[in-house]
């Protein structure tokens, strides 16, 4: 069905043909090209880290940040259980256990939590910043210090987050605050991850590149096309975070007041706009029915099959997942669009 309001839509109005067409016309269109590099450095510079590391997307990312952080069979990582489940998949990737964390009532990672999940066997926590909302941070970095943990941030959902851990990863697919199709990246202070994180996305080539491989590594590569798009997206990222700011705006002005909707907590950038909604499955389908897309929460990870925990129902993330969903949030989104919209809204619940 094609939606007159998509959920998300990419906005792709700067250098990107331009980047893209250099890369064809120059015939670097692998990811040894010089805009990976560019988009590396520009992004990581952006967001005040010393290395950028670009890969094939959020997922990759995640797992080059924890493959490189020595994560492994035996170990265990402490994820929410509100996330996109590429989140948890990452650990599994590598062999370790994700152990899961209900989140509060802003759908983040509730740190009042994380201590008592803590075991000796416990390496790394992944805070993600849902929907643009950033975890608190300062106590998630206090409590890995007390018990000499790693921070792998979890980013998709937040570039404009500055990072504080010590790898944070982002998604750069369509949907994101930035796109480059597909594609990810990681950032990081520490010169040895960076160089270690590359090495494994390049299939762990030697220097001597005699194809004689000494550990299990990846073709996580990025390629020059998919970087010279974030590239362009990068060059105009304060623009993009400023227009999707005044969405959120619109949005928290418009909804005020309307029975039987529940504005979530502010994001500190938007991603997209979540909300609570009585009767959410009959709303859905009433701006369905008006060319209006939306999208549900996350499951909990432990509703998961492969992650399954019968207790699931009584989450926190449970309980949100089941009133929760998000409306169309893109740059390019009229005020007048965001009126029909909430229009719609309103007239679903019989109000002006």
Known sequence: ????????????TGREIYYVTEAVTTGWISSQGPFVQRFEETFADWNGQGHGVACSSGTTALTLALRALGIGPGDEVLV???????????????GATPVFVDCGDDLNIDVAQLEAK????????????IYGRRC???AIMDLAYQYNLRV???????????????IACFSLYANKIISSGEGGICLTNDTRLAEQMKHLRGMA???????????????FRMTNLQAGVALAQVERIDEILELRSRIEKQYDERLSGIPGITRMPGRDVLWMYDLLAEGRDELRAHLSAAGVETRLFFQPMSR???????KWPELNAARLA???FYLPTYVGLEESDQDFIVDRVAEFYGSN
């Open 136 to 138: 608190d941070m300062d």
């Open 304 to 310: 998961q099959p492969m992650y399954l925990d019968p």
């Open 322 to 324: 089941a009133q929760g």
């Open 118 to 129: 803590i075991t000796p066997r416990t390496k790394a926590i992944m805070p993600v910043h």
């Open 1 to 12: 069905m094609a939606f007159r309001y998509p959920v998300s839509q990419p906005h792709l």
């Open 80 to 94: 929410p259980e509100f996330t996109m489940i590429a989140s948890a998949w990452a650990v599994t990737y590598t």
């Open 152 to 166: 792998v941030e979890d980013s998709a959902e937040a570039h404009g987050v500055r990072p504080v851990g010590d």
């Open 205 to 219: 080539f030697s220097k001597a590149h005699d194809f004689v491989h000494k550990k299990l590594a990846y073709n």
